[in-house]
């Protein structure tokens, strides 16, 4: 084709001209809720605010609170019909109802009751004024009703053919009150005459005003202006100052308005929300025009009102068919569709360019699949498109805006047809031609320009997937490529095909292909692969799609299945890949903001990296994208403030200054409190006193922010149980179970999705009493019963030691007066008798045999006696005994001896059968030694070891076998006796060594002194 052939045809596409288009409608996105998420009606009539933060509506059937996630609905008494909802300063909520009159809800208790002494309970539209006097209107007229007192006054209308409630409220700016009456006229409220003045309608005295009107509600606005919604006159604009009055068709079928409220669209102008029979739209003041939005619903509603919350925006929609809900900040990302009159859908947006011109930071340029580019105007919301010849179809892959003004877009000419660049004067606002262009166009084999730029040198790049580079000179008009044919052919051979190309602000050149990451070196004339020593064997994928060098130098890298950072060395700094959040592999498209986060896109959602965190947030349709598709299609505006999405018939955007913001704590409320699943009404301001059985509970809490529930993450912590958080994501409820008897704090606190929290927390004080068994009283009277018991038990225990003691002390002196009296006076007698008879008296053996009898049982009762008296239970009294005796046998016999006994054995006692069972072994035992031992030395040891008593009797006598069989009794009674001890007894002899006999028993007895701790130590 010829330069003059192309010059024609660029002319007669120039001559095509802009085509401009207004966008009036807001590029809003509602949100809808109905039954099917706990709505009680679908039927909602009212709505309002409390001071709490909790939504309230009033429905067919019953007025609901909301709080973001659950309703809350009030069914006792029956109401039906809640035209008219609000709020006074104790936050006390009064409505108006069909059935029940005006009723009002105790916010603390949740309970809701009838205004007492109301002649007519068909009521509707109840409205608090600035000086917090109620309103509402019936089927008579409107009712002022003193909410402190409950005292009522009527203001009669007069009675029409108009049988329903009679009028709505509304204050203006100088904050008097309005009744709009629905076919009586509008009337103003005289507070010094206490009356209603009808101005304007048929009830108005004067008869240049008097005028047939129906009318349905009204917004007041700060200028002094009633909005006033009409049946059949569209929007009435009434001047409360001087009655001036203006009217405004909708230019709908049926010429009504039900509903007003101002708001503000996306850009921040005024709008007043207009809702009719059939839908909601707007109303732009600075135009008089209408719009409405179509397909909210699948099928029209009845808008009953319209509810804009002046703290967050949030405008709630009252249908027939459920609440409609528009958030401002519920979708991160704004969107915008391509008007259908400029350009056929279905369209992508390419490419989206700012205008670098100074004074225009406001446009954008919109590179297409098809038809041309659209010049957006941000500021106005005008779209104008840049037409290319009807019969191109040219698909915009890349544009550049020069210094000179021209915005140079590259295209695939997908019908293979030329030129694929196209050059518009942006000042001239028309298609040219220069040389350039002329030259470009005639590369590559097919007009497929995919990839273009301009470097520092003013060169122009051209890049095909499949073709490799050409560098174009400008002055000298010549392709000045530094790489020769052959070079980039072994740089694409085997399928390796371009897919990126970047150029750094200092001159350097980096190649995205399939084979990996590639610099491109102008001097030595050849490319260099840059991934084969710098990636891991983690990543087996090196395709490149995307290359981004961000303002630190260093080079991102979108491939499949994983996003690279490499620093200015060509070091891996980093790695991101489905581990770190992403949700599918053919990652494409980057971005940088102006903080340095880096933005990724791929086909299940956009990703934002925070670099210095090792963060990656990935938002999807849920926060306000269009499409979860954002592959290849990311790009910022010239301060790299916003950041833009192109998407089919449509685009997206966000203020990424948002992810910076300081959070604004949304309020956090305490939407119930649950013992055992049972809601408990409870003042959250004062601690919260819980039974030991009832420490089981669930408290529901929410950021009434009125956010998507993703948008929001909660966390709690009890106080005085556990020291950590707890972080619960989306969840917001707090559970425990078997709390101990005490204090504690339960802290409870919101942020948002990008982890930000809200250094305000909502902290509600809990007391879990013990149960009567953990009460200090309780505990107490218990201590002193088992006191008591144990004194008694004490006191039962001496008495009866005493009374034993009593009896012990009463046998042994009987024994000893009595029975000992008599065996000593018969032993005498014996002894006298045997004295007179003559010394071979026959009888005299007898009475020697006899007394020797009477002796040894005065001595065996001496030893009962001795043994049963209480007196001599101490070690002591025992030790003396036994040595008593066995110094009488030792001295007797000649034999040497030698006693060892503890000290300290004063406050050992022995019971009765320890000291019975020990003296006996150790008198067997001497009286053996004495009689057989043959012995000239004996050695008694008594000693205490670890509360074990010891008794050794040793002697160097002849010795026995103690194993040798024997008729004799002797030794089976010592063991017999040991064991009575609990002790154990040893015999060690051997003949000619003596013999040595050891007796251990466990102590049982009285230590008050340690004596026994002492002698162990």
């Not at 006074?88 to 809701?112: E, F, H, P, Y």
């Not at 409190?673 to 049972?678: G, Q, R, V």
């Not at 953990?774 to 008591?788: D, K, N």
């Amino acid at each position: 084709m010829t330069r003059t052939a192309l010059s024609c045809l660029f002319v007669w596409i120039a001559a095509l001209g802009l085509f401009p288009c207004r966008a009036q409608l807001p590029a809003f996105r509602f949100e809808t809720i109905t039954t099917r998420d706990g709505l009680p009606s679908n039927t909602v009539l009212s709505a309002t605010r409390d001071r709490s933060g909790f939504m309230w509506f009033g429905t067919r059937l019953c007025p609901v609170r909301y709080d973001g996630t659950t309703f809350k609905s009030f069914l006792t008494p029956e109401t039906k019909f809640v035209a008219g909802i609000a709020h006074d300063q104790a936050n006390t909520l009064w409505l108006a109802s069909d059935l029940n009159g005006v009723c009002r809800i105790d916010s603390l208790r949740k309970t809701m009751e009838p205004v007492p002494g109301m002649t007519d309970k068909q009521t509707g539209d109840f409205f608090i004024d600035s000086k917090g006097v109620g309103w509402y209107s019936d089927r008579r007229g409107v009712n002022r009703i003193d909410l402190k007192t409950g005292k009522i006054k009527h203001y009669d209308f007069e009675q029409t053919t108009f049988v329903w409630i009679k009028a709505s409220f509304v204050e203006d700016a100088d904050h008097t009150l309005w009744a709009i009456g629905r076919d009586n006229g509008l009337f103003r409220y005289d507070a010094q005459k206490d009356s209603m003045i009808c101005v304007w309608g048929m009830d108005c005295k004067d008869p240049s005003r008097r005028e047939q009107l129906l009318l349905n509600t009204a917004y007041a606005d700060r200028d002094g202006y009633l909005w006033i919604g009409s049946y059949d006159h569209g929007l009435i604009q009434y001047n409360t100052r001087t009655g001036a009055r203006q009217m405004f068709a909708t230019g709908q079928r049926k010429n009504e308005v039900r509903c007003v409220e101002e708001g503000t669209d996306e850009f921040g102008k005024r709008i007043l929300w207009i809702g009719n029979e059939q839908t909601v739209g707007i109303f732009r003041p600075e135009q008089k025009e209408f719009y409405f939005f179509p397909g909210i619903l699948d099928e029209p509603f009845e808008v009953n009102d319209i509810y804009r919350d002046t703290q967050n925006d949030i405008v709630w929609i009252c249908t027939s068919r459920g609440i409609v809900k528009y958030h401002p900040r519920s979708n991160l990302f704004q969107g915008h569709e391509l008007p259908k009159n400029l350009v056929h859908w279905p369209v992508d947006v390419n490419v989206i360019l700012p205008d670098q011109r100074k004074g225009y930071e406001h446009v954008f340029y919109l590179g297409l699949s098809h038809s041309g580019v659209l010049r957006w105007d941000m500021a106005s919301g005008t779209y104008s498109l840049i037409a290319f010849s009807h019969e191109a179809t040219a698909e915009t892959r890349w544009m550049v805006q020069r210094a000179d003004g021209t915005l140079w877009i590259g295209t695939d000419r997908l019908d293979y047809r030329r030129p694929g660049i196209f050059v518009y004067d942006l000042e001239k606002e028309k298609l040219i031609t220069p040389p350039l262009s002329v030259l470009a166009n005639t590369y590559f084999s097919v007009p497929f320009f995919m990839y273009g730029f301009f470097d520092p040198h003013d060169h122009l790049w051209l890049g095909n997937s499949d073709e490799g580079i050409h560098i174009l000179d400008e002055k000298l008009q010549k392709d000045v490529t530094p790489w020769s044919d052959a070079t980039q052919r072994d740089l694409l051979k085997n399928n390796n095909l371009l897919m990126s190309i970047v150029s750094s602000p200092q001159g350097k050149i980096w190649l995205g292909t399939y084979g990996g990451l590639y610099q491109a070196d102008e001097n030595s004339k050849q490319f260099t692969a840059l991934d084969k020593n710098a990636l891991p064997d983690s990543i087996p994928d090196h395709a490149v799609n995307s290359i981004l060098e961000d303002h630190a130098g260093n080079l991102w890298v979108a491939r499949w299945g994983s996003l690279t950072q490499l620093d200015a060395a060509g070091k891996v700094a980093a790695i991101y890949t489905t581990a770190n959040g992403f949700y599918d592999r053919e990652n494409r498209g980057l971005a940088e903001d102006h903080s340095g986060h880096v933005w990724m896109g791929n086909y299940e959602g956009l990703y934002c990296i925070f670099p210095s965190l090792k963060r990656t947030l990935r938002f999807t349709v849920n926060d306000g994208l269009f499409s979860d598709n954002t592959a290849g299609r990311l790009f910022t505006s010239a301060d790299k403030n916003l950041l833009f999405v192109g998407q089919t018939n449509g685009f997206n955007f966000i203020d990424v200054r948002q992810l910076l913001e300081p959070l604004h704590p949304p309020p956090l409320a305490i939407s119930s409190f649950k013992i055992h699943e049972k809601e408990q009404h409870l003042n959250f301001n004062a601690p919260i006193t819980l039974a030991r059985e009832d420490n089981s509970f669930t408290v529901d809490f929410v950021a009434l922010n009125f956010r998507k529930q993703h948008d929001n993450q909660y966390a709690y912590s009890l106080e005085g149980f556990e020291k950590d958080w707890n972080y619960i994501h989306a969840n917001h409820q707090a559970y425990y179970t078997n709390l101990n008897p005490g204090s504690y704090t339960l802290h409870l606190k919101a942020g948002d999705a990008f982890g930000n929290w809200s250094p305000h927390e909502v902290k509600l004080q809990l007391i879990v009493l013990p149960a009567f068994y953990e009460t200090w009283w309780f505990r107490t009277l218990v201590i002193l019963t088992i006191a008591a018991i144990l004194y008694a038990l004490y006191r039962y225990r001496i008495n009866q030691l005493l009374r034993l003691q009593h009896i012990r002390n009463r046998i042994s002196a009987d024994l000893h007066d009595e029975l000992g009296s008599s065996l000593s006076s018969i032993s005498i007698m014996g002894a006298l008798a045997q004295n007179k008879l003559a010394g071979e008296h026959p009888s005299k053996p007898f009475l020697e045999r006899m007394v020797d009898e009477v002796q040894q049982i005065s001595g065996s009762l001496d030893d009962i006696v001795w043994n049963i008296s209480p007196k001599n239970d101490a070690l002591a009294s025992l030790i003396a005994r036994m040595t008593r005796y066995s110094s009488e046998l030792f001295e007797a016999k000649q034999i040497s001896y030698q006693f060892a006994i503890p000290e300290y054995i004063e406050q050992i006692s022995l019971t009765m059968e320890q000291r019975r069972n020990v003296y006996l072994v150790f008198k067997e035992s001497v009286n053996n030694l004495v009689k057989y031992s043959h012995c000239t030395h004996a050695t008694v040891t008594i000693s205490i070891d670890h509360k074990t008593l010891l008794l050794s009797i040793e002697d160097d006598g002849q010795g026995f076998d103690p194993k040798a069989r024997t008729d004799r009794n002797g030794i089976y009674n010592l063991r017999e006796r040991a064991a009575e001890l609990r002790g154990t007894i040893e015999i060690h002899s051997e003949a000619g060594k003596g013999t040595r006999i050891v007796l251990r028993f466990p102590l049982k007895q009285h230590d008050p002194k340690g004596v026994l701790k002492m002698n162990r130590q």
